[in-house]
């Protein structure tokens, strides 16, 4: 894993300089990492699956705790999958779709490969923060570009600025959490998770860092504004990999801390509003991209729903659709792309006739949007089925989330409709049926490959089962009889909730249809609240930097002196004995040291000579040296003594070019003590003085000015010019000779 890791790290960085020499190969190129990533997670997935987690730890500051502890185990193993096998598609779609700039946007989309990889495989809380905002900041540079501005330059500071906040809050509740349970191994918290006041606080503060990543309702607005990417970072990042993040955070910690009370109440409540809310805007939208960006919240809203119940087969459930929901969601992306890439739009009133002129893009989108809609056999129905069975009444689990889950699931159907219709429908009278290019076979290649993974894993749903299957059973299972996945479990209830949700959707898509002022969109609230925020932040920092950011060295020094000495002092005064017993002195010879440096110091302070000053600097560095030399560290002395001699040299070099004293402050005693200046002379008295003010030049009124009244310049001769080079000028005439 670490070698897995260390691969990803080494070769982001060489695909720029191999960019120029391979050009749009060297997408291929990035591409054989992920792959390799798949190949060897496959590789190791029997051990996995038999009950035998991979581990790997590598000591860093082990004093302080902190090791890099990796760990492969059933719900890494479907994550890495996602991970790996969506990043071996989109990377070689995008060789096909972004014109130029290949190195940087390839190696950033293979350093977020590499994020995302180490963040699945974490198994210390530190460490998965430390790429957790490794894929933010990775995200905020595919986003904005390289030059770009406006718009995407926008988006990417709101997306860093509700990531990064969200991820900040997080970090203080991850910290709570180990301080809690004694370990900041994540294996061994959710094995013996903590209880009480802090947890619960830790619950709090984890989950807000999970909303804000997971794009969820009020804190949403980035992922639609992220649209404006190219269509492979929207695919990868926005639909499969890294929003998936606070997801896969919650199934992590679910079997431990699921029981906490803050968790289910905050968790349900949030998924469940963006659930149905962010599904009932996608079906206003006519952009196809931000449709299926609210459809991604909507869908996030029920995964987080699933994995935050504590449920056996909600997690079951929430296992199937994680793995379904990677598949159909980047495929309908990349089919987006390919749409706006031939035709030059995507939004749904400008489209007509695509059916027709790309019938292969079409069967692609039609495979993947049937698996998002619930229909039998994909993948999407397997796990649609399961969630409805999860929530039933009679289950003895958590049954009030299912009325929003059948109505997300309704909504889910007809924005499903909506997309494929205005994407495809029409009979191809618009100019865009008309002069449309058919896209090249390799360019929907990869759109029709993870389309086709759907369908396999909903007709192969045993082998995708045997992944979940490991997982679910860490959560109690609250039925008489285990739910197991299948494509048919008899005319059960589920059966019956999810044709209903369906005929539901395709009517109130019917009903919309009829009602076109309906699907008009506008200015979702959250835009203009983020435009408040941001406003009202950039504002705070302009006011808190213009008071503290004043030029002054000596202001600075005595915050940061300050600041250390109250929090020292507060850690000393509230901790139990932070430091133990405290000895003054341990030998009668560090008394005059001390002394001497204490003096060298007060002496620093009156000396007004440059070169006295910075001989009692050093005079008190080498006297901490011979503190650090009686206190047995004669390495530490050591490089005190050599840090000072070099200062002292490199300063009295300097020192050489500056006046040997330092420049006097004008006291108001100083200046009365000169005395008052002279008066300034007039100007027609007496010529310039280094007292006088400077004269400006003037111009006769404007009722003496005429078109042609510009004085003449006088012509200089030999003597003008010799008495020019004998002084310097002015603007206002020839200088004094005393300047």
């Not at 988006?155 to 900040?168: D, I, P």
Request: glycine share 10%; aromatic share 8%.
């Amino acid at each position: 894993m670490l070698l897995l890791l260390a691969l990803h790290a080494v070769t982001a960085p060489l695909l720029l300089p191999a960019a120029r020499r391979l050009g749009g190969r060297v997408w291929y190129a990035a591409a054989l990492v992920p792959l390799l990533t798949l190949a060897w997670s496959a590789y190791r997935a029997q051990g996995v699956l038999d009950g035998r987690p991979l581990e790997e730890e590598l000591p860093w500051a082990g004093s302080l705790g902190l090791v890099v502890d990796l760990r492969l185990d059933a719900l890494s193993l479907l994550m890495l999958w996602i991970v790996a096998g969506v990043g071996v598609a989109v990377l070689l779609y995008a060789r096909h779709y972004t014109p130029r700039d290949h190195g940087r946007e390839a190696a950033l989309m293979l350093a977020f490969a590499g994020a995302m990889t180490g963040l699945v495989l974490a198994d210390n809380l530190f460490l998965l923060y430390v790429f957790w905002e490794a894929t933010t900041v990775v995200s905020f540079l595919l986003i904005a570009g390289r030059g770009a501005r406006g718009e995407r330059r926008a988006a990417a500071f709101r997306a860093l600025l509700v990531t990064t906040a969200g991820g900040l809050a997080m970090l203080l509740g991850l910290v709570l959490l180990g301080r809690a349970a004694g370990t900041y191994r994540i294996s061994a918290l959710v094995a013996d998770p903590p209880s009480g006041g802090t947890t619960a606080a830790a619950v709090v503060l984890v989950l807000v860092g999970v909303l804000a990543k997971s794009a969820q309702m009020p804190l949403h607005g980035w992922l639609p504004a992220a649209m404006v990417a190219p269509t492979p970072v929207s695919a990868y990042l926005h639909a499969a990999a890294m929003v998936k993040a606070g997801v896969y955070l919650v199934a992590r910690l679910a079997p431990g801390l699921a029981d906490t009370p803050p968790w289910r109440p905050l968790l349900l409540t949030a998924a469940l509003v963006s659930l149905v809310l962010a599904a009932w805007r996608a079906l206003r939208e006519t952009d196809l991209k931000r449709l299926l960006a609210y459809g991604t919240i909507s869908e996030l809203g029920l995964l987080l729903a699933l994995f935050g119940t504590g449920d056996r087969t909600a997690a079951l459930a929430g296992a199937a659709f994680l793995a379904a929901h990677a598949a159909f969601k980047s495929a309908l992306f990349l089919t987006v792309g390919v749409i706006d890439h031939q035709t030059g739009t995507r939004t749904i009133g400008e489209l007509s006739g695509l059916a027709r002129r790309m019938p292969l893009l079409f069967a692609t989108a039609l495979l993947a949007a049937a698996s998002m809609a619930g229909l039998p056999p994909l993948a999407g129905y397997v796990a649609k089925e399961a969630a409805l069975e999860a929530f039933l009444p009679g289950s003895h689990g958590t049954t009030w989330p299912l009325p929003a889950v059948a109505a997300g699931a309704a909504l889910t159907a007809a924005y499903t409709a909506r997309f494929l219709r205005g994407a495809f429908g029409g009979r191809g009278t618009g100019a865009t049926g008309r002069h449309a290019d058919r896209p090249a076979p390799g360019f929907v290649a990869p759109a029709a490959a993870l389309a086709a993974a759907g369908l396999a894993l909903g007709i192969g749903y045993a082998g995708l089962g045997a992944v979940a299957r490991v997982y679910a059973d860490e959560l109690p299972e609250h039925r008489p009889h285990p739910y197991e996945l299948a494509l048919w479990h008899g005319w059960t209830p589920a059966l019956g909730l999810s044709a209903l949700t369906l005929a539901a959707g395709l009517a109130l898509y019917a009903a919309l249809t009829a009602h076109r002022g309906t699907t008009e969109p506008g200015t979702p609230y959250a835009d203009r609240v983020h435009a408040r925020l941001r406003g009202g932040l950039d504002a705070a920092a302009l006011r808190f930097t213009g008071r503290t950011q004043v030029g002054s060295l000596p202001v600075y020094l005595t915050v940061l002196l300050l600041t250390v000495a109250a929090v020292t002092g507060t850690a000393a005064a509230v901790l139990p004995q932070p430091l133990g017993p405290l000895h003054w002195t341990s030998s009668a010879v560090e008394v005059p040291v001390a002394a001497g440096a204490l003096a060298a110091t007060a002496a620093v302070l009156r000396t007004r000579h440059r070169l006295t000053g910075t001989l009692l600097v050093g005079a008190v560095g080498y006297a901490v040296a011979v503190l650090f030399l009686l206190r047995g560290a004669p390495d530490l002395a050591l490089t005190q003594f050599l840090v000072e001699t070099m200062t002292l040299v490199v300063i009295v070099l300097v020192l050489r070019r500056m006046p040997p004293r330092f420049t006097p402050a004008r006291s108001a005693r100083r200046r009365a003590s000169r005395g008052p200046r002279p008066p300034a002379p007039s100007a027609a008295s007496s010529p310039l003085s280094p007292w006088s003010p400077r004269p400006y030049r003037t111009r006769p009124p404007r009722a003496a000015r005429t078109p042609n009244s510009r004085p003449r310049q006088p012509r200089r001769t030999s003597s003008t010019r010799s008495s020019s080079t004998s002084a310097p000028s002015t603007p206002w005439g020839r200088a004094p000779s005393c300047w």
